[in-house]
């Protein structure tokens, strides 16, 4: 028996994912840090399970993939949106029709901002120390 599944990979600042969608009821399972953690109580957040689950509803198959996840780097909110860019991706695996849908709400984009280094003789990026006359 071969197993269907579609891949999808999400990043976010230094959160990588790596989604796999496989036919089933629509159960999530998660592997954070190389650890199986429990979903909900991993994302305790609402605001973070609605993030990550909003590729599914807009495209209406939110009981109809299982959810394998594994996920590295980052904090919550880079690893939720990462999460969410990689089962936008699977979708589209899945079926190219989507893409419009998720387009338009602006599913499909990476966004690129991460932290600006430190520089020398700077306190972090930008922040100079203060400044005496005397």
Same mark, same amino acid.
């Given at each position: +028996?071969? =197993?269907?599944?579609?891949?999808?990979? %999400?990043?976010?600042?230094?959160?990588?994912?790596?989604?796999? =969608?496989?036919?089933?009821?629509?159960?999530?399972?998660?592997?954070?840090?190389?650890?199986?953690?429990?979903?909900?109580?991993?994302?305790? +957040?609402?605001?973070?399970?609605?993030?990550?689950?909003?590729?599914?509803?807009?495209?209406?198959?939110?009981?109809?993939? !299982?959810?394998?996840?594994?996920? !590295?780097?980052?904090?919550?909110? %880079?690893?939720?949106?990462?999460?969410?860019?990689?089962?936008?991706?699977?979708?589209?695996?899945?079926?190219?029709?989507?893409?419009?849908?998720?387009?338009?709400? %602006?599913?499909?984009?990476? !966004?690129?901002?991460?932290?600006?280094?430190?520089?020398? %003789?700077? =306190?972090?990026?930008?922040?100079?120390?203060?400044?005496?006359?005397?």
């Amino acid at each position: +028996m071969s =197993l269907i599944q579609y891949y999808g990979t %999400g990043r976010r600042k230094n959160a990588v994912a790596r989604v796999y =969608l496989r036919p089933g009821k629509g159960e999530f399972t998660l592997y954070a840090n190389k650890r199986p953690r429990p979903f909900s109580e991993y994302f305790t +957040m609402g605001s973070y399970k609605s993030t990550i689950k909003q590729p599914l509803s807009l495209t209406e198959t939110e009981n109809k993939f !299982d959810v394998f996840i594994r996920i !590295d780097g980052g904090g919550l909110n %880079g690893q939720a949106e990462a999460i969410r860019l990689g089962i936008a991706r699977a979708l589209i695996e899945f079926n190219k029709e989507l893409r419009p849908a998720l387009k338009s709400a %602006g599913l499909l984009t990476r !966004d690129a901002r991460i932290k600006e280094r430190k520089k020398y %003789g700077l =306190l972090k990026a930008r922040k100079a120390p203060q400044y005496h006359k005397r």
